[in-house]
């Protein structure tokens, strides 16, 4: 039997051309995504004229050994934005604060922390974490019980300025997550941090074929490039079975053509369930999937039904709340989390 390593898989979201167009193996990628992503830190600062270059996710392999092992809450996100690469310019020690230019296009401030949402004011902040160092953060988590990994191993970008999901591209699904969710016999949560069943757009299907996927395959590029739909996907592209259900009471509903109809009745939700199906074993896990921490999501959120009950139950005005709004779920979360850890 193949191993999560040796089964084809092919790019998500695809964009740029390579030598090897896939499917390949998740080891194969791996392999040839690490040697690529050298020509970009080569490359800064400047301009760089190889095209099909690649990211590789810069903070896996540095902090998930530091991770809590068997933990009760994956909390996943998708990928960091493009300004993690001014740490990376050889020659230089930390940040480089100098205009740093990929293709033309100048890439946004330094993080402040080289750590998963290291932005000043990002999720951290909003879910109540010490954020001030890298090793607060790692402190609560592990106090907690709480693993933070993306579902991105490796990406390309349609606009290195632009820090929103939609702009990645080539996307390579993190297999060691997948294979360390999947040998969990517990039902640990999974959070997500951004996912269309929050919000309007649900879990949607390619109902034809395209270049982007087959008929009932989840939909993972342009706006609909989410955490939750590239795990999905990942899932699906391994050969798993995947189905979903608004709460242990309902019926499960299998991720198909036939049933579009049934998945509208998974959106605007913050909890729900995930089955999956991987070579005649089922697992099943409570899911968590509230509003993105993203600060381009807080207009959409402004108008989501969710917020508007928030603001109605607390007699208070519908604007200018979003932040408050955001903190109110994540700290239901926690505390869910906290008394099934």
Known sequence: MKSFQDIN??????????????PMTYRDWKRQRLESVGDLYNALPGPIQNASVFEVHPYQDLY???????PACYI???APPASYVRAKVPGFDGFYD???EINGKCLGSAPNLLFYHGNVGSFWDAIGFQANTVESILATLNHRKIRYDDICFSWSRCDFRSPADSDLTDIVPNIDLLKDVWHRLDKPFLWFTNSGVFG?????LHQNQNLQGSPGKVMSHRNNVTA?????RAWQELGAEVSVRPSVQDDWIKLCVNNVQLLENIRHLIA????????GTAREYPVLSGPSPSRLANLQLSNHP???????????????????????????????IAKNA
């Open 228 to 232: 939750y739909n590239l795990f999905l």
């Open 200 to 204: 309007a757009n649900g879990i949607p």
């Open 9 to 22: 898989l092919p790019k998500l979201s695809s964009f740029r051309a390579e030598i090897n167009q896939g």
């Open 64 to 70: 998930q050994p530091r991770m809590p092992q068997d």
């Open 76 to 78: 996943i996100g998708t």
């Open 272 to 279: 729900h369930e995930l089955r999956i199906q991987f070579r």
């Open 306 to 336: 969710l917020y508007h009950e928030w603001c109605d139950a607390q007699s208070i005005e519908r604007n200018g709340n979003v932040a408050n709004f955001k903190t109110h779920v994540y700290a239901g979360f926690l505390e869910t």
């Open 98 to 100: 100098g205009q740093v």
